[in-house]
């Protein structure tokens, strides 16, 4: 009789776990049919055409994007510096890039309907060369990826080095 009653509150303990698998797995879909892993990721994109800065040229804001059925190009802008970070945004129609400056691109890329970038890494290429994920941020719901493309300053190259009167050490000799 002992064992029989044993047996029972075992069963017993058994079903209504049983019971409670069943009820989760009933519930899990439904709760995360809202959550955004639900639609498409976005595993990465390639922006192509994105002209580096070039003295005495107007800015690009006309670039190409690989990947146009998940995302699209929802910005570009160019800021620039001369003194230290601090840019100002540069007008499309009628600035031109200068020598001396610092200039950074901005891109804004958003995802189309149904489509969402990861919170983690993805791959990002600019021109071919692999940008790291410290250069974008993806925006709180996912939905946006915002790139920046520092060039750093716009000098003048040297071509040539002429060096004159300068007059050739001699071992052990006094310099004057």
Request: with cysteine; charged share 20%; glycine share 6%.
């Given at each position: 009789?002992?064992?029989t009653k044993r047996i029972i509150q075992c069963l017993s303990v058994a079903f209504l776990m ?159």
């Amino acid at each position: 009789m002992k064992n029989t009653k044993r047996i029972i509150q075992c069963l017993s303990v058994a079903f209504l776990m049983v019971v409670c698998v069943i009820a989760a797995i009933m519930v899990a879909p439904i709760e995360s049919a809202a959550l955004p892993d639900e639609r498409g990721s976005v595993m990465g994109f390639k922006i192509t055409d994105l002209d580096k800065p070039k003295a005495g040229e107007h800015i690009d804001t006309d670039i190409t994007l690989n990947n146009t059925s998940q995302l699209e190009v929802r910005d570009v802008a160019w800021y620039r510096s001369s003194i230290g970070d601090n840019y100002t945004e540069m007008d499309w129609g009628s600035d031109t890039f200068a020598l001396g400056r610092k200039y950074k691109a901005v891109i804004i890329i958003a995802c189309k309907d149904g489509y969402y970038f990861p919170q983690d890494s993805m791959y990002v290429y600019v021109n071919g060369s692999f940008i790291g994920s410290s250069n974008y941020t993806v925006s709180d719901d996912r939905e946006t990826v915002t790139l920046e493309i520092n060039y750093g300053g716009l000098y003048t190259s040297i071509t040539a080095l002429h060096i004159q009167n300068v007059k050739e050490p001699v071992f052990l000799e006094k310099l004057e």
